[in-house]
């Protein structure tokens, strides 16, 4: 069963650049990775989601390792609003479809 | 914009108690999912379905079924509710297989304690 680890909370301070990085060692070939967003007493939201290389969009960037083992997601220039808990998301090896989560990364934007 | 909407935010059941929770899309999505969030453990995946009236088994099955009749709803059963089952559900929906290429739309979810 593959396994994702992110770190449980991390702290930041409004405009800098923050970097949460999911382990994900047993991605399947054809799986993408996802991360998405989740504030207090709301579902999950999508921020961005990448194959492999290098994605970006209107709020973040994603990289991706060549050997897909990892990924990082970087929101540049932080603001108080970017408080939230932060899920990775792949699919599973094993023999059946499954989607991991991972247990989430705090993230605390100080002013 | 995509709407997924849940029957309930709140829920109080009792023990052995049967209990149903409905997830409705309007976005004409083949797939839908139920999910649990606990603290410190994310959100694993219960059941999900890729079209009406086929389900498969996520994570952690065990103590739950699930209900696709049509398109838009899928509804999560809980045949006699326990203690353990406590817990925040959420219900999304995705265009295609969410680990492949597809964004999931979540619910508000349901937080359900079980007495």
């Known amino acids: 069963l593959a396994k994702t680890t992110q770190p449980i909370s991390m702290d930041s301070y409004e405009g800098q650049e923050v970097n949460i990085t999911c382990s994900h060692n047993n991605i399947a070939t054809n799986d993408y990775i996802t991360w998405y967003q989740q504030f207090p007493s709301q579902g999950p939201r999508f921020i961005i989601q990448?194959?492999?290389t290098k994605v970006t969009n209107e709020v973040a960037s994603l990289f991706i390792p060549a050997d897909r083992k990892s990924s990082t997601l970087s929101l540049p220039r932080v603001s108080l609003s970017d408080t939230a808990v932060y899920y990775c998301l792949v699919g599973d090896m094993g023999s059946s479809y499954k989607l991991i989560f991972g247990s989430g990364t705090r993230l605390l934007v100080r002013p | 914009d995509v709407k997924v909407t849940q029957s309930s935010r709140y829920l109080v059941k009792r023990t052995g108690e049967k209990v149903f929770l409905e997830c409705v899309q309007d976005?004409?999505?083949?797939?839908m999912f139920w999910y649990r969030q606990d603290p410190g453990l994310g959100l694993r995946l219960i059941y999900f379905s890729y079209d009406v009236k086929m389900k498969e088994k996520g994570d952690i099955p065990e103590g739950y079924s699930v209900s696709r009749e049509k398109k838009e709803r899928f509804s999560l059963i809980l045949e006699s509710a326990s203690t353990n089952q406590t817990s925040m559900y959420l219900c999304?929906?995705?265009?295609?297989?969410?680990?492949?290429?597809?964004?999931?739309?979540f619910g508000p979810g349901t937080r359900l304690t079980v007495l």
């Open positions: 990448g194959y492999k």
């Open positions: 976005m004409d999505h083949e797939n």
């Open positions: 999304a929906s995705s265009l295609s297989l969410a680990g492949r290429g597809g964004e999931q739309f």
